[in-house]
């Protein structure tokens, strides 16, 4: 029982997949992303939760399939739980496959009885013609259990008055969860010590001449068999229960249409993309850049210097309005299908694909994983590394991460694409779809190379989980990628982009001799980027770029409209134009693809890096390797087309 005026910490833990951060939220009314697919959370997230009419502080641990601690997930999970903070321990578990789940609650009923099951699921479990007897279920492991339907809201209110009531008691007196071999349960008698910390001592001290090895193994098959009794007696499972997954999943996971498959349905992401941000993001440029006069005269009205004036709208304003009108159609579309895609359970069916190329680049399998986190955004997607156990696997898959297209480089890509090389919609699909293929060809080599020099050593193996395919939320995915990923994104692009607009306005209107600091400083980097095939205004939009990737399409268009005028430029074809006039050609556009795609991180990946590896020598590699990638393509692109004569 909580002490007076102490606020009661539950502690909500559960394998990775099972529904675990859609619980946290829907008890916190917090927005955590959730996805269909492993290793979503690697690190603990607190909210606060409504308990019988008093505040609960929740926190979510990260997913584990076990506490035999390993990965950082599962040492954090243990170390939360094995301290005591934890008044109450909600652990949720996949009705569709309990026995499974039951694996992680035994090992948590030894470390405590104050638990309560939260049987999550249920509404794929009754589509499936699963039938679990829950008092049977709750008889057996010696804990209340509710079922729940998280998604939809079922159970939770149960779920709440239970914890409540085990918050407001002492915890039941119950028999071991788990009986191991005479050997291991004698040891533990003569520890004299609670069961978990008989347990804790005797993997550093086997009992009977063991190794550790053999003790782990006794007592996982120990809880497995325990876990494999209690789904037997408690669980009805029809032989059909997993049929339609099957079926499909012979057809997505097959070698001859998987691949084909997956990067057909990522093709129509990228189109449906192109084709509904064209005429949005032409009406937002037309009237975002439409209102720089009135804007003007407004601040003149209200008395501004002119200087001041012309700084505020020819300089932050334009840019503001070429970020919004340029970036957020294609990203309100983008973010939304994608998510689609990943809570339809799909993502987990692209690592498995790629397993295999990993392994032979001498890299986790994990690693697609944190790749396709980085697609969203490589800051997260470095922090999910931490679900890769070796120490060297998880280094390589840092230092890889950056070459997976973020958010923030999409929009580039995908006007790139359409603009300079396929001239419609459909084509830019394929051929962006080609980059990102590129993208995932170029991480497994730079993974291979450094597997084979500075981080030699054999790949490790794996579980992975295939989730059940499940109908997509499709309101609450819009909703939620809509509010947690455009909006975020163009926020933090619109915050820093327009300052960034004040400055380059300022570095085109400040003169040092005849020149413009703007124009000393592009005539400065000219000569070294006509190198690799690109230009002063290119090389200096990618070096005031780093604080966020998106910032570079609207520095490139404020690069050359230094002695020009914005207007127009949210049309799409308009900003094309723009870029042709200033001497852009096909040569030019492909080494500005290959450099969107290879060069440095922005300072927030750069950030993450260094609080991951708590090495300064591996952010600064962070930072070289992907930088001397690209310009190596670049100088490779720029010779080749320079010996065909392709301008």
């Known amino acids: 029982m909580s002490a007076p005026g102490h606020t009661p910490v539950v502690a909500l833990a559960g394998d990775p997949n099972v529904g675990k951060s859609t619980v946290f939220n829907a008890l916190t009314g917090s927005r ?4 269909n697919w492993s290793g979503k959370t690697v690190s603990n997230a607190y909210g606060t939760m409504r308990c019988g009419g008093a505040a609960v502080t929740l926190v979510d641990l990260p997913g584990s399939y076990s506490l035999r ?6 040492q954090a999970a243990r170390r939360f739980l094995a301290s005591g903070e934890a008044d109450v321990t909600i652990l949720v578990a996949d009705a569709t496959c309990l026995e499974r789940s039951l694996l992680l609650v035994l090992q948590v009923l030894e470390l405590t009885s104050r638990v309560v099951l939260c049987l999550n699921l249920m509404d794929e479990a009754r589509k499936k013609q699963i039938g679990i007897d829950v008092p049977a279920l709750a008889h057996a492991l010696g804990v209340p259990v509710v079922p729940c339907a998280a998604r939809q809201g079922e159970g939770l209110s149960a779920l709440t008055d239970t914890v409540h009531r085990v918050l407001s008691g002492d915890a039941p007196d119950r028999p071991a969860a788990v009986r191991y071999p005479d050997a291991i349960e004698n040891a533990i008698a003569r520890a004299g010590l609670s069961r978990a910390a008989a347990l804790e001592a005797l993997r550093c001290d086997p009992p009977g001449g ?12 120990a809880v497995a068999h325990r876990a494999a009794q209690i789904a037997g007696a408690c669980v009805q499972m029809p032989a059909a229960a997993c049929a339609r997954d099957r079926r499909i999943d012979r057809i997505v996971l097959s070698r001859r249409w998987g691949v084909p498959l997956l990067l057909a349905l990522l093709a129509g992401t990228f189109y449906l993309t192109l084709v509904g941000a064209n005429a949005p993001s032409a009406w937002l440029g037309a009237h975002l850049l439409g209102a720089t006069d009135w804007l003007a005269h407004g601040l003149a009205a209200l008395g501004l210097p002119p200087f001041v004036v012309a700084l505020l709208t020819d300089g932050l304003w334009r840019v503001l309005a070429t970020v919004v009108s340029v970036m957020l159609p ?45 697609f969203g955004c490589n800051a997260c997607g470095v922090t999910g590394c931490r679900i890769i156990d070796s120490p060297r696997e998880r280094l390589i898959a840092v230092l890889t991460n950056v070459f997976a297209p973020c958010n923030g480089r999409f929009p580039l890509l995908l006007f790139l694409c359409t603009a300079f090389f396929a001239g419609n919609a459909a084509g830019g699909a394929l051929l962006l779809t080609g980059v990102v293929a590129g993208s995932v060809a170029l991480t ?26 499940r109908a997509p939320q499709v309101g609450r995915v819009i909703v939620r990628s809509v509010c947690d990923r455009t ?4 926020g933090r692009a619109a915050a820093v982009a327009a300052p960034a607009g004040a ?46 990737n998106e910032l570079v399409m609207p520095l490139i268009v404020m690069g050359y409209l230094c002695t020009g005028t914005l207007t127009g430029v949210g049309d799409l074809g308009a900003f094309h134009a723009l870029l042709v006039a200033n001497g852009w050609t096909l040569c ?9 795609v290879a060069h440095w991180p922005c300072s927030t990946t750069c950030l993450t890096i260094w609080k991951e590896t708590h090495s300064v020598k591996w952010t600064l590699t962070a930072v070289l390797l992907p930088t001397a990638c690209g310009l190596a393509l670049c100088l490779a692109a720029h010779g080749l087309c320079t010996l065909l004569g392709i301008g």
């Open 210 to 221: 063991m190794t550790a090895e053999q003790l782990d193994d006794l007592l996982t098959a």
């Open 487 to 490: 909006l975020f994104v163009l």
């Open 69 to 74: 601690a390993r990965s950082a997930e599962e």
């Open 588 to 596: 030019t556009a492909l080494c500005v693809l290959l450099f969107t």
């Open 444 to 469: 497994l080599a730079v993974s291979r190379l450094l597997s084979a020099t500075v981080l030699r050593g054999v790949p490790s193996s794996f579980t992975l989980e295939l989730p059940p395919y």
């Open 330 to 374: 294609p990203m309100a579309i983008f973010f939304p299908l994608f998510t689609l895609l990943e809570d339809a359970g799909l993502l987990p069916r692209i690592a498995f694909q790629l397993d295999h190329a990993f392994q032979r680049a001498h890299a986790c399998g994990k690693q697609c994983l944190c790749m396709c986190m980085g």
């Open 503 to 548: 400055l380059i306005w300022l570095l085109a209107n400040c003169t040092v001799g005849e020149m413009t600091v703007f124009a000393r400083l592009t005539a400065a980097l000219d000569p070294l980027a006509r190198v690799f095939g690109l230009d002063g205004v290119i090389a200096l939009a990618f070096v005031l770029g780093f604080p966020a």
């Open 32 to 35: 955590q992303h959730t996805g």
